[in-house]
């Protein structure tokens, strides 16, 4: 999850990755529904979080799909999660983002890349790094 400016070096390590591995990776994106399934079975969430919430989430989700169906949920410390179960875009919050950049980033890795991220460097970069730090490449 990117929570600061994107400085020199990390596009290019982003770009090195991609590079490297792009070609021989393939479209593992799974849809909206699979990834509020797999988020509500992993976090056990409560399903509520506030209404300006919910509406920031639908709005950003429009952008994927005219007509987004919207999951809001609350975790323990205050991160709020909403999923598209449409389109799979998912959104996290929380006042103190520390907490929310491992949810996003397992959400991330969960949902998977589609086509148009596997010929975005960055994304995939990305993407690559997290499976990086797990020890998936």
Partial sequence: ?????????????????????AAAMCENRIDGTALDAYFRESYHPDAVAPDVFRDVVFRNAQEQTPEPDIAVYTLP???????????????????????????????FLHRGL?????????????YLQLQQHRGEI
């Fill in 114 to 126: 589609d086509r148009q991220d596997l010929a975005n460097y960055v994304v995939t970069g990305q």
């Fill in 77 to 107: 410390g205050g991160v709020w999660v909403g999923i598209d179960r449409v389109s799979g875009y998912f959104h996290v919050e929380c006042e103190y983002m520390a907490k929310a950049v491992p949810v996003w980033d397992d959400l």
């Fill in 1 to 21: 999850m990117i929570t600061q400016e994107v400085t020199a070096a990390e596009l290019a390590a982003w770009k090195q990755l991609w590079e490297e591995h």
